[in-house]
């Protein structure tokens, strides 16, 4: 199995830019199919960017679509999300996952707030 710690969340206004980083341990990320998800207040958690690699394919959710970047780097066994163009409905906790056909481990989330 594997183990997922976030970080890079924080407080930033609207328009600004941060980036999330996934640090993977137990195995590398390539076994899995990767993801971020977050979770506002009072919603649902919802998609943001994952990522599979046999072959390599990318999907983002509508109303990040253009403004998120998921990436990786194999040699830190490490997955990013760019975010730019920040929006106050970008608030929420963020998540990093992996995925087989049988299971979902997750990390324990990262906050992101974005000021009007």
């Known amino acids: 199995q594997v183990q997922l710690a976030e970080s890079g969340g924080g407080l930033v206004q609207a328009g600004g830019s941060l980036r999330l980083s996934c640090a993977a341990s137990g195995r590398t990320f390539d076994s899995y199919v990767m993801g971020w998800f977050r979770q506002g207040p009072g919603k649902e958690r919802e998609l943001v960017a994952a990522k599979n690699w046999n072959p390599i394919t990318t999907n983002y959710g509508d109303s990040v679509r253009g403004r998120f970047t998921i990436s990786w780097d194999n040699a830190k066994n490490t997955v990013y999300l760019q975010m730019t163009n920040l929006k106050p409905e970008d608030t929420g906790v963020y998540y990093c996952?992996?995925?087989?056909?049988?299971?979902?481990?997750w990390g324990q989330g990262t906050q992101v707030t974005v000021s009007s």
């Open positions: 996952g992996a995925h087989t056909r049988w299971d979902d481990f």
